[in-house]
């Protein structure tokens, strides 16, 4: 079992920027793909950006040139840069691990932190 733990959320203004991060409790962290989700009220959960354990990205149209995914094998750490935030990303931010990413699909692991939420407001 794995667990994963997100922080870094908040409230930031329009424009600026922020960083969540997701903590995972296994080493086996290092070999799975890492995805950052999201989730509106109302809305579905939707893919924000991934990044394989050989650190291929893979960025939703909505962020590209906005958000940068990283990760930290050696602490277990996944990171989503975000930058230029808009109104519209506010949401709860999930981190997943196991899923699987390429060009053309994409496909959410089994194992999912509690989330983080990150409110972009004035």
Do not use: H
Not at 22 to 39: D, E, K
Not at 78 to 105: F, H, I, R, W
């Amino acid at each position: 079992q794995v667990q994963l733990v997100e922080s870094g959320g908040g409230l930031v203004q329009p424009g600026g920027s922020l960083r969540v991060s997701c903590a995972a409790s296994s080493s086996i962290f290092s070999i799975f793909a890492m995805g950052w989700y999201r989730q509106a009220p109302g809305k579905q959960r939707e893919l924000v950006a991934a990044i394989t354990s050989g650190g291929i990205t893979k960025y939703a149209d909505f962020v590209k040139g906005r958000f940068t995914i990283s990760r930290d094998n050696a602490k277990k750490k996944v990171y989503l840069q975000m930058d230029t935030l808009k109104p519209e990303d506010t949401a709860v931010y999930y981190c997943n691990l196991g899923g699987g990413y390429s060009d053309t699909y994409s496909f959410m692991g089994d194992y999912w932190g509690q989330g983080t939420q990150v409110t972009v407001s004035s």
